[in-house]
T-cell receptor, first 116, second 119 residues
Framework: AQTVTQSQPEMSVQEAETVTLSCTYDTSESDYYLFWYKQPPSRQMILVIRQEAYKQQNATENRFSVNFQKAAKSFSLKISDSQLGDAAMYFCAYSTFGTSYGKLTFGQGTILTVHP | DSGVTQTPKHLITATGQRVTLRCSPRSGDLSVYWYQQSLDQGLQFLIQYYNGEERAKGNILERFSAQQFPDLHSELNLSSLELGDSALYFC??????????????????FGPGTRLTVL
């Protein structure tokens, strides 16, 4: 079974600074997807960024980028120019495709605090 | 707004009761997923339906059941409720794709969740 581990229960960053959230996963599969979801106090799950395992190029979405290291099974999220609205719980998630058709396995989450 | 709707937003009920949570996927999405978020278990996958058929099952209790209707909306039924069933229940949807799963078709978009409190 696949597992996802987020080793940082809490992180904090100053507004306008950069922060990196860590995620490692365990799988025996070669093709899969990785995601970062954001959960603000409203509890809505918001997709931040996604990565296909076969793509070596790291995904980028505006101020959000990932560092995907397939051999190390690592998938970290970098938030640049942090804003107060980035404060939330961040979940790393894994999904395979094929027989299980994309069910998500989540990490434990990292609470990000942004200080003004 | 993800385009996925869930009703009700909040539900308060007593132990032993039965409730039904409803989810309407994004327009055109064929797959619906149910997840449970609780303090002790984190976010867990419960069950997936694809175009009306059960596709995958996760840690779903026997007291829980789900179905997807011809109009693609889905319902999650929780019965014989216990205190430990109190949680946030999310529905997510993805297109699924007629040709099988792909990255774009399998990205999941979440609804706002239903907060269930069992007293």
């Amino acid at each position: 079974a696949q597992t996802v581990t987020q080793s940082q229960p809490e992180m904090s960053v100053q507004e306008a600074e950069t922060v990196t959230l860590s995620c490692t996963y365990d799988t025996s599969e070669s093709d899969y997807y990785l995601f970062w979801y954001k959960q603000p106090p409203s509890r809505q799950m918001i997709l931040v960024i996604r990565q296909e395992a076969y793509k070596q190029q790291n995904a980028t979405e505006n101020r959000f980028s990932v560092n995907f290291q397939k051999a190390a099974k690592s998938f970290s999220l970098k938030i640049s120019d942090s804003q107060l609205g980035d404060a939330a719980m961040y979940f790393c998630a894994y999904s395979t495709f094929g027989t299980s058709y994309g069910k998500l396995t989540f990490g434990q989450g990292t609470i990000l605090t942004v200080h003004p | 707004d993800s385009g996925v709707t869930q009703t009700p937003k909040h539900l308060i009920t007593a132990t032993g009761q039965r409730v039904t949570l409803r989810c309407s996927p994004r327009s055109g999405d064929l797959s619906v997923y149910w997840y449970q978020q609780s303090l002790d278990q984190g976010l867990q996958f419960l069950i997936q339906y694809y175009n009306g058929e059960e596709r995958a099952k996760g840690n779903i209790l026997e007291r829980f059941s789900a179905q997807q209707f011809p109009d693609l909306h889905s319902e999650l039924n929780l019965s014989s409720l216990e205190l430990g069933d109190s949680a946030l229940y999310f529905c997510a949807s993805s297109w699924g794709g007629a040709g099988g799963p792909t990255f774009s078709t399998d990205t999941q978009y979440f609804g706002p969740g239903t907060r269930l409190t069992v007293l």
